[in-house]
């Protein structure tokens, strides 16, 4: 399915955390057909907004950071946004995790239709105590019906081939790199849409997107969400 999505995105892998970079460098792409009307193109552009061929999203049951069981299907009835974090990046997964917040912020009244979801990409730092640490820091906890995601090392490796999601982890104390792709995921647990983050770098290798790209992407996502839930 990455395959298809990364047609409708113009980037044949989006694998590399570092290899990600704004788009307002590239030059202006015609707008993709099925993105919902009240998506403007640049927005679109901007988060490499693709519809993907709608099918079940699939499915797992896994741990959140308060120590609950969950599976995908017990959020059936709410817009779910999908994403694949590492609790020890300090690279994208911050800059992704204040996207949520300002699109949790934006949603208003309907943010009781969206769920945020994360699944851990990080085998080396797994448990529980990880993903809550990373929560509490990003303040993630802000968001009431924020969930980040983990288990054991197979059932996440599981999650991440269903979703084709390429992972690699050079050691315990490195970023790991992988996919990153948010998907959106409507009421009845069909995929709709995929979006591609973004990021850059400074000279000396730290991670920023400016803060009105910041914004641009939470208010996308809320767009997003927002008619997905209706």
């Not at 990021?199 to 000396?204: F, T």
Request: hydrophobic share 45%; charged share 10%; with cysteine.
């Amino acid at each position: 399915m990455l395959a298809v999505i990364a047609a409708g995105l113009a980037v044949a892998a989006a694998i590399a955390v570092t290899a990600l970079r704004p788009h307002h460098s590239q030059p202006t792409a015609p707008r993709v057909s099925g993105i919902p009307a009240s998506v403007p193109t640049s927005l679109a552009n901007l988060m490499g907004l693709t519809p993907v061929p709608e099918r079940t999203a699939p499915g797992f049951t896994l741990t959140d950071q308060t120590g609950h069981t969950l599976s995908l299907a017990s959020f059936k009835g709410h817009a779910v946004v999908l994403e694949f974090m590492d609790p020890h990046c300090t690279d994208i997964c911050p800059i992704v995790s204040q996207e949520f917040i300002d699109a949790y912020r934006d949603l208003g009244s309907a943010a009781s239709r969206v769920v945020f979801v994360a699944v851990n990409v990080n085998a080396y730092h797994h448990a529980v105590a990880d993903v809550a640490a990373f929560s509490r820091e990003q303040q993630l906890t802000t968001i009431s019906s924020w969930h980040f995601l983990t288990g054991p090392v197979p059932s996440l490796q599981a999650v991440w081939r269903a979703y084709e999601v390429y992972v690699q982890a050079p050691s315990p104390n490195a970023d790991i790199v992988h996919t990153s792709v948010v998907y959106f995921i409507d009421p009845g647990g069909k995929e709709r849409f995929a979006a591609s983050p973004m990021v850059d770098h400074e000279s000396n290798g730290t991670a920023y997107l400016p803060l009105a790209q910041q914004a641009a992407w939470g208010h996308g996502i809320a767009l997003i969400t927002s008619q997905l839930a209706r």
